[in-house]
């Protein structure tokens, strides 16, 4: 271990970075706006360890698509920096300790090479760690051993063994945590949560006590003080040890801060490699004085590796292991392409968090506050925050979903996601002040890409849903779906909708082999673009080489666009056309870069919480009518019998069939999830079965999340 000053790895070997990092444009109608979201990133990112603005390089990318900016402050800084928060009797965040929160962040960026999250929380870290008490020894031997953390259990807590077991299977192959892993992080947290309940929680217990006490002392003729009395008695009764049920609700919400904040720096590490960006040029000074020089001797170590593609790739299981059974022109493909094999998607069960919906009935049978418009606990902060990602997401329609439950006991991710995503992925044409925020990139581009990442990691929930956001964009296209709508006689519709299906059908065939698709399926960009995305996803240290055909085909499109009338181009401050549209395609390898990098985690999480796809519902109980209607069960008062749902909804499946995607599609789907039964139809089609029928109920035998 060196003792002397070792001095941070020089940066003039790293590729260019894709980007330029420039402060807010003065000269742009929404200067204001964006010069103000700068600046509070470069107060909030310190992460309330250091009194002073820290201009940072990662809040100059974000200046790139500022309409996500807006969102990623609050999203990112509940994720990250959060100490325990309350607001109207409930904890909002700050639920996993900070400590083990920088572990998980540096091991990420650790085990991904990833310059920039190593450099900067090797100092978040430092500081992070001196704040709670930890000693430099202690710092060292935690961030030096971090991609060892199994080998050296000494030098961790329970909690944080079990935290890093989570974050390195979440960043490498999420489909290999165990339930032995899960059980062991419920049980480290429930540990953990009582020896820090004292300090953190019981305030909370105890003000909630006293406030009972004093109803129930109102009800009588006490004075004043005999009130405050029966008050301060009943918070001295309060146990000191934390209560069970509320145990267990504050670890769901520790599963789910963690899997999220795991999803942000997958994210962000995608990003920040894929695109070369650098330290600030002060960076290195300060790791000098706040480093230990043994961590950034163990830091230049890990970035010489990364510069020399020493980097293990993305851990993908089968059937990628085995890339003959589902390559374009293999027999298991042929055979699903002739409909010789059909597999139903199954709607498999067991998420590892309880997905409670605001709708329905509680365990014992009773309506839930949502749907008597009765006080909610937290005053109706978190379902009102979701009811953006239940409206937003289906561009809408009320369809409350997994995702949706998943974030539930989380109240500001509750919060603060569904904003987030929709700038992120969904919005399009979004201007402020004469000036394009967000919407860059078209939404079938878009989904183009989700379902790429999504068939290379692998994500039954991903899969599923953006199976049926991507027809959706080509419905739209067509006419047949959001506004514009053109005006069609019914025979159009069909030609319509079946020249949209047939699109939108060769294109989700083909994602997962796309260089192998046929002419047409995809345009030169899309191929590009997919090309660009999958070394991301999987090396993304070598996706610079890669970005200029992207930056050449986005160049052309967007020429063809605004040529076509199908794009308005952004000239404010001044700037000719030329470098507008330089400009613009700036803003969209930045947008994609995120787009990437956010679903890229997502898809993790999905399968790290195993959510579950939608159930049908309705209103009241009875059965399906004649007419499309519901025929009531009545109760003993002949009336009708509330479910406590909102409207009625079809399941995800039934979804899917109603979009008219076709058996190819399902099976495929499901085949990308089910590697076993994969393998088996395989064997099968090799003993010479020509057709092969799969229930439900029989890939649900061997199916994963």
């Known amino acids: 271990m060196p003792s002397g000053k070792v001095t941070p790895l020089s940066q003039t070997e790293r ?37 002073e603005a820290f201009p940072n390089n990662l809040a100059r990318f974000f200046l ?29 965040s700050g639920f996993v300790d900070r400590v083990s929160r920088e572990l998980a962040i540096s091991l990420i960026a650790q085990r ?64 290999a945590y165990t339930d032995e892993q899960y059980d062991e992080l419920r049980a480290a947290f429930r540990e953990d949560n009582e020896r820090r309940y004292s300090e953190e ?78 330290d600030e040029d002060f960076l290195a000074d300060t790791m000098v004085k706040v480093l230990p020089p043994s961590v950034i001797e163990h830091i230049n170590t890990l970035n010489e590796l990364g510069l020399k593609g020493s980097v293990t790739p993305l851990m993908l299981g089968p059937p990628y292991d085995e890339p003959d059974i589902l390559q374009v022109g293999s027999e298991v493909f042929n055979s699903i392409l002739n409909d010789d094999v ?3 998607p199954t709607p498999l069960k067991g998420s590892r968090i309880p997905l409670i919906p605001y709708e329905g009935r509680d365990d014992d049978g009773n309506l839930r506050p949502a749907f008597q418009a009765a006080p909610d606990r937290d005053k109706g902060l978190t379902v009102g925050g979701l009811q953006i990602a239940v409206y937003g997401w289906v561009f809408g329609g009320h369809f409350p979903g997994g995702l949706v439950y998943a974030l539930r006991p989380h109240p500001e991710l509750a919060r603060y996601e569904p904003p987030y995503s929709l700038p992120l992925l969904f919005n399009e044409d979004e201007w402020r002040n004469g000036v394009q925020t967000a919407g860059y990139v078209s939404r079938r ?91 991301l996803v999987c090396t993304p240290h070598q996706a610079y080489k890669l970005e200029e055909k992207v930056r050449i085909e986005l160049d052309k499109e967007n020429r063809r666009e605004i040529n076509a009338g199908l794009r308005r181009l952004d000239t404010s401050s001044g700037v000719d056309q030329e470098a507008a549209l330089k400009r613009l395609v700036d803003h969209q390898i930045a947008e994609l870069a995120m787009v990437i990098g956010h679903m890229d985690g997502l898809g993790r999480a999905l399968t790290i919480l195993r959510v579950e796809a939608e159930d049908p519902v309705q209103m009241i109980e009875g ?21 406590g749902y909102f409207n009625n909804r079809p399941g995800l499946h039934q979804i899917l069939r109603f979009l008219g995607i076709s058996d190819k599609v399902l099976t495929l789907n499901e085949l990308m999830v089910n590697p076993q039964l994969c393998r088996k139809i395989k064997t099968r089609l090799g003993e010479g079965e020509k057709k092969i029928r799969i229930s439900a109920g029989q890939a649900a035998e061997t199916g994963e999340f």
């Open 623 to 643: 059965r399906p009518g004649p007419s499309g209607g519901i025929i009531p069960d009545l109760d003993d008062d002949g009336q009708v019998k509330f479910t």
């Open 64 to 92: 790139q698509i500022p309409g996500i900016f807006e969102q990623q402050l609050n999203f990112s800084t509940t994720l990250i920096f959060d100490e325990p928060s309350f607001k109207n009797g409930v904890q909002i």
């Open 445 to 535: 581009l878009k989904e183009l890409v989700i379902q790429k990442i999504y068939r290379l990691i692998r994500t039954r929930y991903g899969i599923e849903h953006h199976t049926m956001y991507l027809y959706n964009t080509f419905l739209d296209e067509h006419g047949l779906g959001r506004s514009p709508s053109p005006d069609l006689s019914e025979a159009q519709q069909q030609l319509a909708r079946d020249a949209a299906l047939a699109r939108a059908e060769k294109a989700t065939l083909y994602m997962h082999n796309h260089t192998h698709s046929p002419e047409g399926v995809y345009t030169s960009l899309e191929k590009e673009v997919l090309s660009w995305t999958e070394s």
């Open 201 to 278: 929680g019981l305030w909370q217990s105890r003000l909630e006590a006293a406030r009972e006490a004093r109803a129930l002392a109102l009800l009588e003729d006490l004075n004043p003080s005999e009130v405050d009395e029966r008050s301060r008695m009943a918070l001295e009764a309060v146990s000191k040890r934390v209560p069970p049920d509320l145990n267990e609700g504050k670890i769901d919400a520790q599963v789910v801060e963690l899997t999220f904040l795991c999803l942000q720096f997958v994210a962000l590490t995608d990003m920040f490699t894929g695109l070369n960006i650098p």
């Open 342 to 344: 059909v597999v139903e």
């Open 15 to 51: 590729p260019k970075c894709s980007l330029p990092l420039t402060d807010a444009d003065l000269s742009l109608g929404n200067a204001n706006w964006s010069r103000g979201l700068q600046a509070m990133s470069d107060w909030i990112w310190s992460g309330n360890l250091n009194p």
């Open 112 to 175: 991904r090479k990833c310059w920039y999250s190593m450099t900067h929380h090797a100092i978040l870290g430092r500081l992070t760690a001196t704040k709670h008490g930890l000693t430099e020894r202690q710092f060292i031997d935690k961030w030096q051993n971090l991609t060892e953390y199994d080998k050296h259990p000494e030098y961790y807590t329970r909690v944080e063994r079990a935290v890093l077991t989570f974050a390195d299977a979440f960043s490498t192959d999420p489909k």
